[in-house]
C-alpha cells in the first residue's frame, strides 16, 4: 500500500508567487528523489537527498529532507509557466522497494 | 549510453481481450525493473518489480503479471482485461542498490472499452 503520503494534490499559482510540495512517510526513509511529470509525459528525475537535514539547490527549486528523514519538500520560488506539471516524491524504504508519493499538480497562470 | 524502450505508445483493447506490453533496455546490464501504473489524474502506483530474469516481486494482487524472460527485458501481462485496468503504464530502470535514480519509459496509455 501507497507508504508515501504528499500534499497538496493539486497547487494553483499566478506566475510570479512560490509553490512548495510536502511527502510525509510513516517509516524512514534511506534516501528520498523527487521527479516532474509534464502533461502526457513521464516522470523525469530532478534530484536525490540521502543525508538527515539535507538541502540542496537547483536555480529556483530547493529540496529539503527531514532531519528524521521521513519527510521532504520541494519549493520553488517565483514559479514560471514552464514549471508545470506533476511533481512526485520517491522514498526508498528498504531494499527495493521504492514508492511514490501521490504528486503534486502545478498549475501556472500567466 | 543507456535508453529505453517501450511500447506500443497507444492501446484500445476491449474487455476481456489479453493484453502484453514489453519494455527493453539498452546500455546497462542487470538492471532493476519496474512496472508502474498511473490512473487519469493519479499517482504512480508499483506493479511489479524485478532485480533479476525470472525474478519478480509482485506488489499488488490484480489480474496483471509479469515477466522477465531476458536480462533487459520486462513483460506485463493480462489474460483478460478489465475496465479498471485503464491507465498510463510506465516500465522503469535503475541500477544497483544505492544508484536508486530511476528511468522512465515513454509509457503506454492503455484504455479498455
Known amino acids: 500500500g501507497q507508504q508515501v503520503m504528499q500534499i497538496p494534490q493539486y497547487q494553483h499559482v499566478q506566475e510570479g508567487e512560490d509553490f512548495t510540495t510536502y511527502c510525509n512517510s510513516s517509516t524512514t526513509l534511506s534516501n528520498i528523489q523527487w521527479y516532474k511529470q509534464r502533461p502526457g509525459g513521464h516522470p523525469v528525475f530532478l534530484i536525490q537527498l540521502v543525508k538527515s537535514g539535507e538541502v540542496k539547490k537547483q536555480k529556483r527549486l530547493t529540496f529539503q529532507f527531514g532531519e528524521a528523514k521521513k519527510n521532504s519538500s520541494l519549493h520553488i520560488t517565483a514559479t514560471q509557466t514552464t514549471d508545470v506539471g506533476t511533481y512526485f516524491c520517491?522514498?526508498?524504504?528498504?531494499?527495493?522497494?521504492?514508492?511514490f508519493g501521490s504528486g503534486t499538480k502545478l498549475n501556472v497562470k500567466p | 549510453s543507456q535508453t529505453i524502450h517501450q511500447w506500443p505508445a497507444t492501446l484500445v483493447q476491449p474487455v476481456g481481450s489479453p493484453l502484453s506490453l514489453e519494455c527493453t533496455v539498452e546500455g546497462t546490464s542487470n538492471p532493476n525493473l519496474y512496472w508502474y501504473r498511473q490512473a487519469a489524474g493519479r499517482g504512480l502506483q508499483l506493479l511489479f518489480y524485478?532485480?533479476?530474469?525470472?525474478?519478480i516481486s509482485s506488489e499488488v494482487p490484480q489480474n496483471l503479471s509479469a515477466s522477465r524472460p531476458q536480462d533487459r527485458q520486462f513483460i506485463l501481462s493480462s489474460k483478460k482485461l478489465l475496465l479498471s485496468d485503464s491507465g498510463f503504464y510506465l516500465c522503469?530502470?535503475?541500477?544497483?542498490?544505492?544508484?536508486?535514480?530511476?528511468?522512465f519509459g515513454q509509457g503506454t496509455r492503455l484504455t479498455v472499452v
Open positions: 524485478s532485480v533479476g530474469i525470472g525474478q
Open positions: 520517491r522514498g526508498r524504504a528498504n531494499f527495493n522497494k521504492f514508492y
Open positions: 522503469a530502470w535503475s541500477v544497483g542498490q544505492t544508484n536508486t535514480e530511476a528511468f
